[in-house]
């Protein structure tokens, strides 16, 4: 059993709930309290169940002692058991609480994909990871639209930016930030010979209203034309939106719907889904490199993946984990290479310590 000083966890809840009467709370403070009081509240009724089943038991046990017929003691011995089991699943529930998993988990998330070195072999891998990413989404019943994109004349992408939207999806796809590297025979080589090429692929969990405050003055919004399919509405109408942020000099752009207005309002969540990224980059830096390390980071500029066609090989280098099923992992059977690094996550986790433990 875990050791914990309760008394002090339960003086530090009370202080929490203190802190919440008082008015002068803005709405991001107001949150981030409420969500600790949560936290807290939910340990020690994790606490109080345990307490309670141990006392059940030993209850049990005393009886059993004293119980000299058979039949009765075969069914303390049952019951003994099924107590024993609840306690188990308490304790699990309990160690789960002290070492959380990443809060953003449950967000929807923004995926960029973008061609790095390659050429046309990196933009039409891009368009295959797309497809990857895309299956796996249906699989998950997960909702899937394109942002923005920046086609080749061969069916690649320069860039790709979706918005995935459903249950856990930050959870599955956290793991896929960085850079991605492709061997193979590109399908305008004639001589045969492997190349190898990258893409970069960021994966942005979607902010929330109290995440990140921008000033509007900060804003840049420009109008245009969408491009792509959209028959005549496309020709005609200034529907794609253009936000640049000037303090940091991001630049996002939304064309997927009709409405400009429609544009304008996912631009700005994409907009504060990368804010709201950088800022926990930088919170990052300042940490220990052997924190770095941690599943999860996304640092773009590591080589996470390489995928070789030839030899229908897969190899995620964080995990030093080697599969010979590329082409179903290509159709969105994602499972095989995450499952794996969602198991990696929780170790680290565990290995990091908690807040609660004294």
Known sequence: MIN?????????????????????????????????????????NAHKDILKIQKELNGLKKMLQNETDEDMQQLYYEELEEKQKNLDHLEFELEDLLYPSDKRNKRSVFLEIRAGAGGQEAALFVSDLFKMYHNYALSKNWNVSIVDSHSTDIGGYKELVLHIKGKNVFKYLKFESGVHRVQRVPRTETSGRIHTSTVTVAVLPEAKEVDVD????DLRIDTYRASGAGGQ????????????????????????????????????KIL????????????????????????????????IRTYNFPQNRITDHRINL????????????????????LEWENEVRREQGSLFLK
Request: with cysteine.
């Open 4 to 44: 914990l000083n309760w008394d002090q966890i339960e003086k530090d809840y009370n202080e929490i709930i203190e802190k919440l009467s008082d008015a002068s709370l803005n709405q991001k403070q107001r949150a981030e309290l409420q969500k600790k009081a949560s936290q807290y509240l939910e340990l020690l």
């Open 214 to 217: 921008i000033n509007p003055q």
């Open 233 to 268: 509405h496309v020709n005609r109408t200034d529907s794609a939106v253009r936000i640049t942020h000037i303090p940091t000099g991001i630049v996002v752009a939304c064309q997927d719907e009709r409405s400009q207005i429609k544009n304008k309002s996912k631009a700005m």
């Open 272 to 303: 504060a889904s990368r804010l709201l990224e950088m800022e926990r980059e930088k919170r990052e830096a300042q940490i220990s490199e052997q924190r770095k390390q941690q599943v999860g980071m996304g640092q773009r500029a590591e080589k």
């Open 322 to 341: 080697t599969l010979k099923k590329l082409d179903l992992i290509m159709e969105g059977d994602l499972n095989a290479l995450i499952i794996p690094l």
